[in-house]
């Protein structure tokens, strides 16, 4: 029997610090929701679960610039749904002024209403925008990031729509005017190849906006699968984490009694002492 050292309390002593450790690491665990809260609870799981994070921000931006470009297909899609109606009212006038029956006063003033329109188209195009940038004014080439990578991207692009130019083919009914029964006929055959073009261009929008949709659908989808991921590398399993919290909080109230006990066994000396 020793004095000096009391082997037994330094033992309990420290089984008692490393209990309380393992229950401090286990409030932070289950207050943060965290598996990892630092590089050393898992320095590789830290590092393949930052890698998943950045894919994870990058695949949630993506899917906004995807968002993005539809918002600017469907505002320059909705200008050309009025050229359209424009064109065919062009048209309406067109046929009218070929007929016979009209005089060249009717003629002209169908021509006015005529000329207004072209004009309107031509605004139209000017004054189409999206985020300040002129859509229709010019042909365009946007390109849209729809990944977390370099690489990952889609260029859309159409022709200018004004009336020097409309849709893919480029028709040119800046010089149309419907005074003449010869005119009249001329502008019907043009405003016709001019509706197609149109009709070409808005076609090549829509299908756009289907690829982007069914590409938001992949975004979405990727994004769920890399946070689950993600989740099950670096966030706590709740009740796996209580268990050992309670496991070690027993441990630890029986280290505490086991160090009162063994601090009293070098009472046992003075017993021998006074005998």
């Not at 598996?35 to 679960?49: E, M």
């Not at 060249?104 to 004054?127: H, M, N, P, V, Y």
């Not at 940038?133 to 990031?145: D, P, Y």
């Not at 893919?168 to 001019?194: R, Y």
């Amino acid at each position: 029997m020793r004095i000096n050292h009391n082997i037994q309390a330094l033992n309990a002593y420290r089984n008692l610090a490393a209990n309380q450790s393992n229950i401090s690491k286990n409030l932070e665990r289950l207050s943060s929701g965290l598996r990892i809260n630092r590089a050393a609870d898992d320095a590789a799981g830290l590092a393949i679960s930052e890698k998943m994070r950045s894919q994870i921000r990058g695949l949630q931006m993506a899917e906004r610039n995807a968002l993005d470009a539809i918002s600017l297909i469907q505002t320059a899609e909705g200008a050309l749904n009025e050229v359209h109606s424009i064109l065919q009212r062009m048209r309406e006038l067109a046929v009218q002024a070929a007929n016979g029956t009209n005089q060249d006063t009717d003629r002209e003033a169908l021509d006015s209403e005529f000329q207004q329109l072209k004009d309107e188209i031509d605004r139209i195009g000017t004054d189409t925008q999206f985020n300040t940038m002129n859509i229709l004014a010019s042909g365009q080439n946007i390109t849209i990031q729809l990944g977390p990578n370099n690489g990952q991207s889609l260029t859309i692009s159409w022709e200018k729509q004004k009336k020097d130019s409309l849709g893919e083919d480029k028709k040119d009914i800046s010089s149309l005017d419907i005074k003449q029964v010869a005119n009249a006929q001329a502008a019907i055959a043009k405003l016709d190849e001019a509706i197609i073009s149109v009709s070409k261009t808005r076609s090549k929008m829509g299908a756009y906006q289907n690829r982007l949709e069914h590409t938001i659908n992949n975004l979405t989808t990727a994004n769920e699968n890399l946070t689950a991921a993600e989740s099950r590398i670096r966030d706590t399993d709740m009740a796996m984490e209580m268990a050992e919290f309670t496991k070690n909080n027993i441990l630890t109230q029986a280290a505490q009694a086991m160090l009162a006990q063994s601090n009293q066994l070098p009472q046992g000396i003075l017993q021998l002492l006074k005998s």
